[in-house]
């Protein structure tokens, strides 16, 4: 099957800082892969080139068919079919949360004010907080923020969602809520690219886990295998760390 991302021979720099070393990396329709590795070692720059949040200086990236190139109607193209979910939540604070979700489709989607509203009140049920949708972002706890960003960006119709440590921001209590969200998209097909340090939700819901070390893919396999007995030196004392 021809994979929604391809990604070939990456490379990015910043400056000098070789960033992303030949990574070669294709997702699966409706697959889940967690990232994982130390500080720094590009887990986000690499989810962020998948939509062109940054750009690459060698390597080839496809996604869903559409080569990621200058053109900035493929990057445009890309960008509808990619959402993304940051550690900060990123909410328009001056939006209630019905706002915060329907402004996107309503200019991007073009979607009249009923059609967004009733698409957004569906999306706030199954991130369990429609009752929530007339409140400010500053009204709501950290955890009901991160749900209220999940809808957004659902709510445009994405074929592959990123997330960048959603639950790294939020006190204890609220990681699960959103995990849980995350969870109950996963099953229901969404192919997601998460980088997280919630080595629960990788076992229970990633079909692949990815290390990486400086800018490369160390190690990857099912989460089993690589918790269980992690092949390279670097992965083991990564893990030692973290577990
Ligand atoms: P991670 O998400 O794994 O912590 P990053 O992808 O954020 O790693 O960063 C990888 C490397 O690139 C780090 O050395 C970081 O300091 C550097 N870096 C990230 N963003 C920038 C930037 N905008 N300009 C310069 N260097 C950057
Ligand atoms: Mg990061």
């Given at each position: 099957m021809e994979p929604i991302i391809h990604m070939e021979n990456v490379n990015k720099w910043f400056g000098a800082l070789h960033?992303?070393?030949?990574i070669n990396l294709d997702v699966q329709k409706g697959e889940v892969v967690v990232v994982i590795g130390p500080s720094g070692s590009g887990k986000s720059t690499l989810i962020r080139t998948i939509n062109r949040l940054e750009e690459i200086q060698k390597g080839r990236i496809v996604v869903d068919g559409i080569e990621l190139n200058r053109d900035v109607r493929n990057i445009d193209a890309v960008r509808k079919e990619v959402g993304m979910v940051f550690q900060?939540?990123?909410?328009?604070?001056?939006?209630t949360v019905l706002e915060n979700i329907t402004l996107a489709p309503r200019i991007v989607?073009?979607?009249p004010r009923e059609k967004a509203e009733q698409i957004a009140m569906e999306l706030l049920e199954r991130v369990d907080?429609?009752?929530?949708?007339?409140?400010?972002?500053?009204?709501?706890?950290g955890g009901q923020q991160q749900r209220v960003a999940i809808a957004r960006a659902l709510a445009m119709q994405p074929k592959i969602m990123l997330f960048d440590?959603?639950?790294?921001?939020?006190d204890p209590e609220m990681v699960g809520e959103v995990l849980d969200a995350m969870k109950e998209l996963a099953k229901s097909g969404m192919t997601m690219l998460v980088v997280t340090h919630e080595m629960g939700f990788a076992r229970e819901v990633a079909d692949r886990v990815i290390f990486m070390d400086m800018g490369e893919i160390i190690e990857e396999g099912e989460p089993d295998q690589v918790f269980s007995?992690?092949?390279h030196e670097r992965t083991q004392a990564f893990l030692a760390r973290i577990l």
């Open positions: 960033v992303l070393k030949d900060s939540f990123n909410l328009f604070p001056h939006m989607r073009k979607w907080i429609a009752d929530q949708a007339e409140k400010y972002p500053a009204q709501l706890s440590e959603p639950t790294s921001a939020l007995s992690p092949q």
